[in-house]
């Protein structure tokens, strides 16, 4: 049976391929080195050499653009994976195990709520200074509950279902049954909740580096290139336009591309949004 | 003072009401009785001009005489709850959960007829006493869920009632309830249809409870008035093949559910089920199930046969019958 | 109902001093001398025994646990070493700003999604419907901070209409109040387009229940419908969203303060950190933390008062 791609999947494809192509590609090549100083061509015009022109330094803004996209893509990958893995491995065992243990978990991941990323980044700042490492790890920490959530939801509905049962009766043991059953049929939804929370990852990561809480000079970052583009934005405020409209175009990119992938894994969950 | 000449609803290829044509006079007491998917409760909600958005609408469907077949929300306004009304088949979902009965029932007299809340108060009071509702003052500062079934439904039909409309439809007003309280249900609305001279629509897949309600009946199957008549003589002796088939998949009190060896007894049922509203064969919509089919029934709409003076089915049988 | 009221009040007391607990716990026991963060690498042996003195470093953990929490309850929030003034204080001074950007945001959230979220629902699969989700789509992913710095590019430096940033005070109601316009679009913005979802997928669901029917039937206006009967129905899944909303928005004018120049808790909290002064770091985490508590507590306790049937069944 062929369905219809939905829209919202194939449109955020096509902006998460274009971001992630060109993190991707700033790896091996940019127009210029991103860090590389040129004052005497600052706040260079766009030109044939420079696409976007050139900031206060004289760097060149497509390269110091490519290598945010680098820069965004590792901070929301390594944060979603670190936090993702342990939230998907305690809704496992809170699932598996039910009971107090369920209970104990459900009420922590609550307790992980009221600790939005950026009042992690703020205490992990006051007390190591601020650093892209605490950054990661802040984002990372907001991720364990929301997976922790989803994960045990969807298990319990797999450990309901007649071959898991069967499998209990045969004697497996239920971390092995947790491994080999309940993951994979749960796999599709921790999906979908990565890629939303991939852009979510990156939006944090933007606000924090703008506050000085994340990427540090020279590292290229969108929320840094904002943060000095905002003291020149009576001299150059175009560039206060690209870095944000990077933010943007990533944002809606994994959002679309997680609502579609909803869409498709279950259509009942999309019919009226 | 309602009628309907050659009324049709339609999605797209699919069409719930095929050229409907009805005349409701006030006192009249008229039951529509069919299946799920017989096209009952779009009728009823064309009356109310409450056919979904997405719908298109043939024919003409005028009240008063008053074209009302593509009347404006505005003008449906005016009409609805003052000149018609209408009670649903779920009085448990159908009061809004969150507001107090007293606030519900008051709310369309004080919008419609400007009544202060004093006024609209009383007006409540006397439609409960009406309706029979016993302690209606308490009634009034209660939420619908401290409500039993049997008394929500009563609550509706006071709020039907409220601006006094000229016809009341009624679709499947106790299918949700209990049998006891469903008859003294169907009961008060024939005694307030009596009293107050008001015509009702009484929509129901019930023979019973259309036998004790109604004067007049149509039989609709697919979309289509298949057959129509004084209720009493159509559930005697009906003309329609599929009237005939209704009549005999209805359970028989006279006979005992388990036969002389003591095995249960089959209920007779309608061969096939109501195919979806697309799928409908485009002649008689009954051909494929129907027992005695003609070659033509498939292919060729039926028209309406005089059974009697004031008797009609639209059959083929009964066209080649003379 | 009671029964329900208490147990929701006991688990947040609870979970005030589990959050107490944490914050504490980062802020003290992570690996790290409090002491030498706060006077830095070149500070004398004498100069940091004297402050591990002042900070009660030297008694058992648990006991400056307890005497934080017990101070705290009494309003005590310790000394700021960088403003050597107490704490409460610099919280007291700064708390009108941060409350008032919070409550403005709030509100102009409210107004803003209720309408485009009702309004999107009744013009189901229309132009209008299209419109209000593209335009939250797109809402959803603009960083507050940068909506910030393009409001202020076209409204002060461009159009010159109202001041990019600073905040003098109520005295003078007229400047506050439009020192307040971006920094509240800015914050609400996000917020308003997340609500707008949120509202309109609830609307839908309500509209296609029966009592809706009902109340047409009756006559009543779509309009009347929709606002009266649809909305208070709608309400339930919208207040959830709005409790933590309100907490999303009390955080981000930690943010948005740093964007405008406004002195409130979150420039202070910023402030605080590049001085590492870390007791005022560690009170207005804490007082963070406590309100988006208390958002989710109050959001609780507000189903009883939306929902009869609750009062019923609890």
Known sequence: MTRRLPVNFILGAVLVALVVGTAALSLVWTPHDATQMAISNKFAAPSATHWLGTDQLGRDVLSQLMAGARNSMAVALVAVLLGGSVG????????????????????????GFAFPALLFAIMLAAVFGPSLTNAVLAIAFINIPVFARVTRGAANQVWTLDYVLAARAAGMNRFAISRDHILPNIAAAIIVQATIEFAVAILAEAAL???????????????RLLSEAQTLMYIAPQLAIYPGLCIVVAVVGFGLLGDGLRDMSDPRLSRER | MFQLADFSVSFGTATALRRATLDIRQGDRLGIVGESGSGKTMLALALMGMAPDAAKIGGRLTIDGQDMTHASERTWQQMRARRVAMIFQEPMSALNPLRRIGDTMMEPLIVHEGLSRAQAQARVLALFEEVGIPDPAARLRMFPHELSGGQRQRVLIALALACNPALLIADEPTTALDANVALRITDLLVRLARERGMAL????????AVARTTKDIVVMYGGDMIERGPTAQVLAAPAHPYTQGLLAARPDPTVPPRDATGKRRRLPTLPGTVPPLAALPQGCRFSGRCSVELPQCAGTRPTDHAVDPDRSAACHLLGAAP | MWYFIFRRTAGFVATLFVVSAVVFSVMNILPGDP????LGLDATDDALAALREQLGLNQPVLARYVSWVWNALQGDFGISHSFRVPVSELIAERLPMTVSLAVAGMIFTLVIALSLGIGAAARHRKVGDWGVMFISQIGIAVPAFWLSMLLVLLFAVKLRWLPPGGFAGWSDPVAAMRSLVLPTIALGVVQSAVLARVTRSSALEVMRQDFVRTAR?????RRRVLWRHVLPNALVPIVTIVGMQFAALVTGTIVIENVFYLPGLGRLIFQSISNRDLPTVQALVMLFAAIVVTANFVVDLLYVVIDPRLKART
């Open chain 1, 209 to 223: 580096s703008y506050l000085g809480l994340g990427a540090q000079p020279p590292a290229s970052s969108w929320g």
């Open chain 2, 201 to 208: 629509v009484f929509i129901t897949h019930d023979l019973a």
């Open chain 3, 35 to 38: 002491a030498l963060t706060i």
């Open chain 3, 217 to 221: 039937a009756s006559g009543l206006s």
């Open chain 1, 88 to 111: 998907v491995a305690l809704g496992l065992l809170a699932s598996a195990l039910g009971g107090w243990v369920e209970d104990g978990v459900m009420r922590l991941a609550d307790l």
